[in-house]
């Protein structure tokens, strides 16, 4: 496997052992290349992460291997790292790392992490988002192709509402869009905010996009997953290294490039060059948080207008106030209501 190696990066050098296990046997590529790829990309993939409590997706023995998502931070994480508390859905808690340096990322990656998890909220606020995702996942029959169409209609319908996007790819066949939010809405009302929006996205473009839960409805449609706005469910990080053969990244992309170019053309030998001419171009981000009031206003004429409220949660959620009936519908019992009791 080779001699550990240290790379140095923000003034701390970083240990990386058995530099030369293979990560991808299809590339080759090794240990050592996921940490040159990330070094390369430091300043971007810790803008991403900075202060966000972090689930790291390990690979310890490649993508052939066992993965596994670790929530807590290991016990041996340097002090250097801090953590957060963050609550769980059962309302158990767990205390994540909250990378502060670029350091803390290729600390990561040397325990096996190719994709970084991180919550959409800051370490001194854990309870409120700081970011509106909205995951755009093609459906079997659809393709990336489908998920750009439905990004630069959903683009205009951001615009409208106030809201200004952030486009990257996912990595795999999907966009993923960050809106930059003010900290000041509960998990619960930004998953409303998402719900509204992917249901006019829906609306404006039948047929091809849907916000059904439930497989057996989707059809050959982008989905528009809003429980990815759950508490506890995230999404890969911008320059996160996705587990497929060729070793993909989530990009990062202007909006004028989302209809130019194909998830295949990022990996960990062509970001590196793009970051080194381009940077980060989602640097700005941060320079300013949206108002979501118009998309809740949305969600309650969506509600007032048409009957329509809350949506199923994921299988592990407790039940919710207000949420349908989370059960399949091709299983669902359609049985008469019983007679009330003394009629």
């Given at each position: 496997?080779?001699e550990?190696?240290?790379?140095?990066?923000?003034g701390?050098?970083?240990?990386?052992?058995?530099p030369?296990?293979v990560y991808?046997p299809d590339?080759g590529?090794?240990k050592?290349?996921?940490a040159?790829?990330?070094?390369?990309?430091a300043?971007?993939?810790?803008?991403a992460?900075?202060?966000?409590?972090?689930?790291?997706?390990?690979?310890?023995?490649?993508?052939?291997?066992?993965a596994?998502?670790?929530?807590?931070a290991?016990?041996?994480?340097?002090?250097?790292?801090?953590?957060a508390?963050?609550?769980?859905?059962?309302?158990?808690f767990?205390?994540e790392m909250?990378p502060?340096?670029?350091?803390a990322?290729?600390?990561?990656?040397?325990?096996?992490c190719?994709t970084?998890?991180?919550?959409?909220?800051?370490?001194?606020?854990?309870?409120?988002p700081?970011?509106?995702?909205?995951?755009l996942?093609?459906q079997?029959?659809?393709?990336?192709?489908?998920?750009?169409r439905?990004?630069?209609?959903?683009?205009?319908?951001?615009?409208?509402?106030?809201?200004?996007?952030?486009?990257?790819?996912?990595?795999?066949?999907?966009?993923?869009?960050?809106?930059?939010?003010?900290?000041?809405?509960?998990?619960?009302?930004?998953r409303?905010?998402?719900?509204?929006?992917?249901?006019?996205?829906?609306r404006?473009?039948?047929?091809r996009?849907?916000t059904?839960?439930w497989k057996?409805?989707?059809?050959e449609?982008?989905?528009?997953?809003?429980?990815?706005?759950?508490?506890?469910?995230?999404?890969a990080?911008?320059?996160?290294?996705?587990?497929f053969p060729?070793?993909?990244?989530?990009?990062?992309?202007?909006w004028?490039e989302?209809?130019?170019?194909?998830?295949?053309?990022?990996?960990?030998?062509?970001?590196?060059?793009?970051?080194?001419?381009?940077?980060?171009v989602?640097a700005?981000?941060?320079?300013?948080?949206?108002?979501?009031?118009?998309?809740?206003?949305?969600?309650d004429?969506?509600?007032?207008?048409?009957?329509?409220?809350?949506?199923?949660?994921?299988p592990?959620?407790?039940?919710?106030?207000?949420?349908?009936?989370?059960?399949?519908?091709?299983?669902?019992?359609?049985?008469?209501?019983?007679?009330?009791?003394?009629?």
């Amino acid at each position: 496997m080779g001699e550990a190696m240290e790379l140095q990066i923000g003034g701390r050098a970083v240990r990386v052992s058995n530099p030369d296990k293979v990560y991808f046997p299809d590339a080759g590529f090794r240990k050592i290349d996921i940490a040159r790829y990330f070094e390369a990309v430091a300043p971007g993939a810790l803008r991403a992460l900075r202060d966000r409590p972090t689930t790291l997706q390990r690979f310890v023995d490649g993508i052939g291997g066992e993965a596994f998502y670790q929530k807590r931070a290991p016990r041996d994480m340097p002090d250097w790292i801090p953590t957060a508390r963050i609550a769980f859905p059962s309302g158990r808690f767990a205390d994540e790392m909250c990378p502060t340096e670029e350091a803390a990322v290729l600390w990561a990656v040397n325990r096996g992490c190719l994709t970084f998890h991180p919550w959409p909220v800051r370490r001194e606020d854990t309870d409120h988002p700081d970011e509106l995702r909205i995951d755009l996942d093609p459906q079997p029959g659809t393709d990336f192709s489908d998920a750009v169409r439905a990004a630069l209609e959903l683009r205009g319908l951001l615009e409208e509402l106030g809201l200004h996007g952030w486009p990257k790819t996912s990595g795999g066949r999907g966009l993923h869009i960050f809106v930059p939010i003010q900290p000041r809405w509960t998990f619960t009302e930004v998953r409303r905010a998402v719900i509204a929006i992917g249901r006019e996205l829906e609306r404006r473009m039948p047929g091809r996009v849907t916000t059904a839960w439930w497989k057996e409805q989707r059809g050959e449609r982008i989905f528009v997953d809003y429980n990815q706005m759950a508490r506890d469910r995230t999404i890969a990080s911008a320059y996160s290294v996705r587990p497929f053969p060729n070793a993909p990244v989530s990009a990062p992309l202007h909006w004028d490039e989302v209809d130019q170019v194909r998830p295949d053309l990022f990996d960990i030998t062509t970001m590196p060059a793009r970051y080194a001419e381009l940077g980060d171009v989602h640097a700005e981000m941060d320079a300013k948080r949206h108002d979501i009031t118009a998309a809740l206003a949305l969600a309650d004429a969506h509600e007032n207008d048409h009957g329509l409220g809350d949506m199923p949660y994921p299988p592990e959620y407790p039940k919710m106030p207000g949420e349908p009936k989370r059960v399949q519908p091709s299983r669902a019992r359609h049985d008469p209501e019983p007679e009330p009791k003394g009629k």
